[in-house]
């Protein structure tokens, strides 16, 4: 079993496609039989899919720091919920839980632990797959941002293919075990 860690809104969003791609996501990870390691909340997305993984019977990891506990409103019904100091330790537990990375749609929080976990991994301090679900064409204007990035020269072609994506969570999820398994070799 792998670990996939999600980084995803404390807030369901407008569009409806986002909790729906969310729970199939969950339901997907948990049939796949890979657990889940996340923010621990039990609000918006994120408190979606721990749900949609829990109701498969998959396993879920939260770590939250202290300060998020109530704001966040911590998800009681995990089965492991890690309560650290600061968003510092919170994130080097998350990815220390984690075999891949996976971005859905969210804000400022999921983009900055996006971009880390995707530093990190040009930094040479991790090999695991990264990808994005682009649900509804979420992601869509940031991944054509990154293109230009690479077309501007800022940003080289290799590393612009590390950041995997799909419309659909199977699919997603077929191209990071595609990774996670030439990483195993």
Known sequence: MSNFCVYLGSRDGRDPAF???TRALGHEL???GHGLV???ARIGLMGALADAV???GGSVIGVMPDHLVEREQA???LPTLIRVNNMHERKASMAAHADAFIALPGGIGTLEELFEAWTWQYLGLHDKPIGVLDTAG???PLLTFLDST???G???AATRDCLLDAEEPAALLDRLEARLTRAAI
């Open 138 to 140: 979420f992601y869509a």
């Open 19 to 21: 909790l729906r791609a």
């Open 54 to 56: 829990l109701e498969k």
């Open 30 to 32: 948990a049939a796949r």
């Open 154 to 156: 800022f940003l080289n």
């Open 75 to 77: 998800h009681e019904g």
């Open 38 to 40: 996340y923010g621990g």
């Open 150 to 152: 690479v077309e501007q």
